[in-house]
């Protein structure tokens, strides 16, 4: 059964220079246990996508387009009569079913309370326990994560963590609730590479371990190769391609996908041949194109790529891809 | 390999952060006794996580900061001192890229006024005819529209950013460019073009790069040599191939073991080496090896002594696992 | 497939010069126009601009097109109400309100105008300085302000009025002379914050002078705040030299300033309240105006992104 169901969904921003369409049309599931992967480069709505659906859009977005179903419930912005009910319920849920765990650790702990009372408080919420009981889970959670000694610990600021700690701390009071959904937005990004290394660890261990379902919001595909079972590339947008690890990583369809591949270095690699970059800059989406959004840097464009948004292809029930080449090549059997 | 273009000796840069007047003396050892040599015509790699001194290091070679002791030969000549007019003629051949590149251009200028500035400062055209067909040509060279000129550095993305401080470095015909992370803000696509710009340069020019990075896949592309550093020492140095297929320091081996292969076989089978711990405060580091506190294979020897680089063939290593 | 859906030649490769992949969506437009449109957006801070210029030009032309002149006396029509013929009224020696409030707020205007530019000058350098350098040079510099700051501004003003006399040229001097520490305060904190950024390291790498990188890099990118803190300090020297008429230590007649006419109206308060009315709000109107416009201009600034 699919946990989460978008379906068309467009958001725009209203800025002085105009609107920004920031996502366009995106739509996919997400299943029970399952750790999804939305890749794109910065600017391609990966992250407004996410927070169109967890209702944390900034005050200079226009009114939301399209349909969200978490749970069985339905969810979008436009089902609800006033923007105060839709706003009470996204509460209720961001507090309770849904966790998220965002790239700044900073941003989402308050640096005046110590980080006992920012992890027992929800714990005492959502499990209706006593204040001793909660003391106790919460300890339990800052070892599961790998705090070294969790009891001293418990009574410091977060000023006093490192980047890598606060990011545990977030994942433990993201674990509170048992969550049945998790959404990480490029939760490694601002660490160092072993660091890094050691948070992407304890990701995958508790993806093993619970069965709640991950989103992944990320720019690097190590990440998603090393945690992800289905992965969505975004550009522009729009998703041009989703599907499981391996049908993204070895049997992609869409230009973009395979650029993106091929750009990045293997240090297994030795060859000292260039690298093949995607030219070019991604749209502005003040003015997204009327075709395909990729068309400008693709070098396989086609006169209807620039005129058409590109119809989508199923080639696997979980494997679909937008691109015109698909029926240029089917075109061209006949 | 051909003659040195660069010779760093026994280089240390620190910082005196105490705070007040009567508080206890605190010295930041950002670079502390670095020694290594660049080739002409070639790419040295830095690599190391953030606080590890590689961008003070970059920094005190253009001499934007003092260094504390030891020196820096530029062409044969020391330029850890130099001042006024040395150092100008210095700033000539020695140029920078920024990490940032929305801070890295000034807002109130125009992509035509920057790139101009460092030509006016040096004098090299005679008019302003010249110097705005040498700006064209440059934008020319890293992909940019000559109509692009009179643009403010707001109006473009940051790959596009990156790419107009390139042309600005290159203004001058500079001999030697220090990359200061020139590609940890920009995307993945975007990442391979500044890479294959800067090698296309570097094959045109000849200019030698020090590339500062911590995404060690895009390091070993572009370095022939790289040097690891860690707490301001660089504990492995050498040619790059060799460094990444047999890494000698353990900190090496685990900052290898760390990277993320974009490979989800590879990927979800790989065992890593997890280092346990973090990185320790730079402010008044205790005596011995740098790396002893995360290092799983320290002895108490670690604790006391600093080990000095041994050579083993091309390369170098700061560790007394390889003492002879 | 059966039938075709698509037109065959659509799928012909697109030729590159349709293709614009380094393309640029927004609008071109310079630093100046820039910030004009966004300070167009502001209603309150065109109201402002609105206001003070109409102010400027009474208080140029009414005194040279009006039949009346500030000292002209006409005792046999003392203290009249507004009239046709005197639009505001006449004081106890039969002046012309109109004419005098506008060549009042001639020499306030003057004074405030001339002693913001003199601060905003000694500001930026003295500021830039410490900011720039750093350091020991920073050490004594803002040691000499905070000695400067410690003793009340009032009484090197009343000082200085008392050594060169209570002239327009003193005031401004007097004003001058205390208020630009806020400026220079102001611009060295500005200048410490934007010296760290990579764009001034990249104009030390690209080998430019001192100089040239505290004003071509860092005050032009500071240029906001002082700004607003220059249309902040305006209205405080309009304030400081009407304070001064006030207590009747400033501007001497015949000669008057907002300050002063408030003053001599003061004294006819219970006969004649219209006569205090009329300076005071004309001081409220600059300084109003004057806040909406530093307002303004700060955002517009600011917003560049």
């Not at chain 1, 990966?46 to 939301?64: D, F, R």
């Not at chain 2, 003659?3 to 502390?32: P, R, S």
Request: charged fraction near 20%.
């Amino acid at each position: 059964m699919s946990l989460l169901k978008v379906e068309d969904l467009h958001t725009e921003f209203k800025t002085d220079q105009g609107i920004v369409h920031a996502v366009r049309g995106v739509s996919f599931e997400l299943n029970q246990g399952e750790v999804l992967g939305i890749v794109g480069e910065s600017g391609s709505g990966k992250s407004q996508t996410m927070y169109t659906i967890m209702g944390l859009l900034s005050e200079n977005a226009l009114p939301v387009k399209g349909k969200v179903t978490f749970d069985g419930k339905d969810i979008s912005a436009e089902s609800f009569k006033s923007k105060k009910e839709y706003n009470k319920m996204m509460n209720e849920i961001r507090g309770n079913t849904v966790a998220m765990i965002f790239q700044d650790p900073m941003t989402f702990l308050n640096p005046v309370l110590k980080i006992g009372t920012q992890l027992i408080e929800p714990i005492m919420n959502h499990k209706k326990v006593s204040k001793k009981e909660a003391y106790d889970m919460a300890i339990k959670l800052m070892k599961q994560v790998g705090i070294p000694s969790a009891e001293k610990r418990i009574n410091q600021y977060p000023f006093e963590f490192s980047g890598g700690m606060r990011q545990r701390i977030i994942i433990a009071i993201a674990l509170a609730c048992n969550p049945k959904l998790i959404i990480a937005d490029e939760p490694t990004t601002a660490l160092d590479v072993t660091i890094q290394a050691q948070v992407l660890e304890l990701i995958n261990s508790l993806k093993e371990e619970s069965d709640s379902s991950i989103i992944m919001i990320t720019h690097d595909l190590g990440v998603v190769a090393k945690l992800c079972d289905r992965v969505a590339i975004m550009y522009g947008g729009k998703i041009v391609e989703i599907g499981t690890d391996r049908e993204i990583f070895y049997e992609s369809k869409h230009p973009y996908t395979q650029g993106l591949l091929s750009c990045i270095t293997n240090p297994e690699d030795d060859s000292d041949e260039d690298l093949q970059p995607i030219p070019g800059t991604p749209p502005d989406l003040l003015k997204p194109p009327v075709g395909c959004p990729f068309y400008a840097r693709c070098q396989h464009a086609m006169k209807i790529c620039k005129e058409q948004l590109p119809e989508t292809t199923t080639f696997s029930p979980t494997h679909q891809c937008a691109c015109w080449l698909i029926q240029a090549k089917e075109a061209s059997h006949e | 390999m051909s003659e040195t273009i660069l010779k760093v000796d026994h280089l240390k840069t620190y910082f005196d952060v105490t705070k007040g007047v009567f508080a206890k003396k605190q010295i930041v050892k950002a670079v502390d006794d670095v020694s290594f040599e660049v080739y002409k015509n070639e790419t040295f790699g830095l690599v190391g996580e953030s606080g590890c001194g590689k961008s003070t290091l970059g920094r005190t070679i253009v001499k934007l900061y003092e260094p504390t002791d030891g020196s820096i030969e530029f062409e044969g000549k020391d330029i850890s001192k130099i001042k006024g007019k040395e150092l100008k003629a210095y700033r000539k051949d020695m140029q920078m890229i920024f990490q940032d590149p929305y801070a890295s251009l000034n807002p109130r200028m125009t992509v035509g006024e920057i790139i101009k500035e460092p030509m006016k400062i040096f004098n090299i055209y005679d008019t302003d005819e010249e110097r705005e067909a040498r700006v064209r040509e440059l934008l020319d060279i890293v992909s940019l529209k000559p109509d692009h000129i009179r643009r403010y550095p707001a109006e473009f993305s940051g790959g596009q950013r990156q790419r107009i401080g390139i042309a600005r470095a290159l203004a001058v015909n500079p001999k030697f460019i220090v990359c200061d992370e020139p590609i940890s803000a920009l995307d993945a696509s975007i990442q391979a073009q500044v890479i294959n710009l800067l090698k296309h340069i570097q094959k045109e020019m000849g200019i030698s790069y020090i590339f500062i990075a911590h995404d060690l896949g895009m390091v070993k592309h572009i370095s022939d040599r790289i040097g690891v550093m860690y707490l301001g020492h660089i504990v492995e140095c050498g040619p790059s191939d060799v460094v990444y297929h047999t890494p000698l320091h353990p900190y090496t081996q685990a900052l290898l073991s760390a990277i993320p292969i974009p490979d989800p076989d590879v990927a979800k089978a790989k065992q890593r080496i997890v280092l346990e711990g973090e990185i320790p405060s730079p402010i008044n580091t205790p005596a011995g090896c740098p790396f002893a506190s995360r290092c799983p294979r320290a002895t108490e020897r670690c604790r006391k002594e600093t080990p000095k680089p041994v050579q083993l063939g091309e390369r170098s290593v700061a560790c007394f696992l390889y003492e002879k | 497939m059966s039938e075709m859906k698509y037109d065959p030649s659509m799928f012909e490769k697109l030729d590159e010069s349709e293709k614009n992949d380094e393309a640029i969506a927004m609008e071109s437009k310079t630093f100046l126009q820039d910030t004009w449109r966004r300070f167009c957006s502001n209603k309150l801070a065109i109201l402002g601009l609105v206001v003070l210029v109409i102010m400027i030009l009474l208080a140029v032309f009414v005194p040279v097109f009006s039949q009346y002149t500030y000292d002209g006396q006409d005792l046999a029509n003392t203290n009249a109400l507004p009239s046709a013929a005197h639009l505001l009224g006449t004081d106890k020696l039969g002046r012309d309100i109109l004419v005098r409030i506008c060549s009042g707020m001639r020499v306030t205007l003057a004074i405030g105008f001339t002693s913001a530019a003199i601060n905003l000058c000694i500001g930026i350098v003295y500021g830039g300085c410490a900011g720039y350098f750093g350091g020991r040079v920073d050490m004594t510099m803002m040691r000499i302000v905070d000695i400067i700051d410690s003793v009340p501004s009032l009484l090197y003003t009343i000082m200085i009025l008392m050594v060169f006399g209570n002239s327009v040229f003193s005031m401004m001097l007097a004003i001058s002379l205390t208020s630009w520490i806020t400026m220079a305060r102001q611009v060295r904190a500005q200048v410490m914050s934007l010296k760290e950024m990579e764009f001034a390291m990249a104009a030390k790498v690209i080998g430019c002078s001192d100089l040239r990188i505290l004003l071509k890099h860092l005050v032009v990118n500071a240029l906001g705040p002082i700004i607003v803190c220059l249309t902040m300090m305006i209205p405080s020297a309009i304030f400081t030299e009407s304070s001064l008429s006030f207590i009747g230590i400033g501007i001497q007649p015949p000669a008057c300033s907002l300050g002063s006419l408030a003053n001599e109206a003061r004294q006819l308060i219970n006969t004649q309240p219209l006569q205090v009315v009329w300076p005071v709000i004309t001081i409220a109107l600059i300084t109003l105006s004057l806040n909406f416009i530093g307002d303004g201009v700060g955002e517009a600034l600011e917003a560049k992104r």
